[in-house]
């Protein structure tokens, strides 16, 4: 298989995992009659963070990214590579990009085609579009931008500083990032921290046949994308005086 084939089945299938367990486990939260209804916020943190670890582990040959924020976070960086053996070029760019985009999108249905049965009783809109996007506690375009800018620099810095430290945690040292962005930085916006992981599952939530669904927040889907992609960019380019 070619490189670009490589990178096409290692992202697809690492941020499909990534997006079903952490899009299962908020489903699994805030909607009714589940087993873990109202298991409350530090659960949700928990999941995505052992999300994460997942979707590390299944996309070790590309180097896991699962996120473009990450993505242009290294290239910022000037990294050679993205992954072992896989050089920075422009086509290797876009099809992490397009990778982590799908890859979000399956898991988004696949987390649905899980709990089926518990959207279809659902009546309220925003907690339908809860389990697959991100939104804003208080909205102001403006403050819940820098939130994502800030918690999306944490990640991306943090990770290309393990680069820099010997350890032997392994994708848990990432998992364990993710439940701290979550636990200290998420309250405002719910830390999309990751472009592919809140378009991919909001394309799927306006596509899906579910009751009671609404709208799907496309006047703040700009927010959890260009706010990763900036925190991304500035954490790349923080990390180079390292």
């Known amino acids: 298989m070619g490189t670009i084939g490589t990178i096409f089945l290692s992202e697809i299938a690492g941020t499909a995992m990534l997006t079903l ?3 299962g486990v908020v489903a699994n939260v805030i ?4 087993k873990g209804n109202g298991g409350g916020w530090l659960l949700i943190n928990i999941g995505w963070g052992l999300a994460v670890f997942a979707g590390v582990w299944v996309a070790f040959l590309t180097g896991a990214h699962l996120n473009p924020a990450v993505t242009f976070g290294l290239l910022a960086n000037g990294a ?3 992954g072992p053996g896989i050089p920075v070029t422009a086509g290797t ?3 992490y990009l397009l ?3 799908i890859g979000a999108f399956l898991g988004a249905v696949l987390a649905w085609m ?3 049965n518990h959207y279809d009783q659902e009546t309220d809109a925003g907690t339908i579009l809860g389990t697959f996007s991100t939104g804003p ?3 102001s375009y403006g403050w819940n931008l820098v939130t994502e800018i800030i918690a999306t620099f944490v990640l991306v810095y943090v990770i290309i500083m393990f680069g820099n430290t010997p350890h032997q945690l392994g994708p848990l040292a990432v998992a364990l990032l993710v439940v701290g962005i979550g636990a200290s930085l998420g309250g405002p916006t719910g830390y999309a921290i990751n472009p592919a992981r809140d378009l991919g599952p909001r394309i799927a939530h306006a596509i899906l046949p579910i009751p009671h669904k609404g709208s799907s927040d496309w006047g703040y889907s700009w927010v959890p994308i260009v706010g990763p992609l900036i925190g991304g960019v500035l954490a790349g380019l923080a990390a180079l005086a390292f």
Request: aromatic share 10%; proline share 0%; no cysteine.
């Open 21 to 23: 367990l952490g899009g």
């Open 31 to 34: 909607l009714g009659k589940t």
């Open 80 to 82: 050679s590579e993205y």
């Open 93 to 95: 760019t876009v099809a």
């Open 99 to 101: 990778a982590e985009l």
């Open 114 to 116: 899980t709990y089926k």
């Open 137 to 139: 506690e208080i909205r």
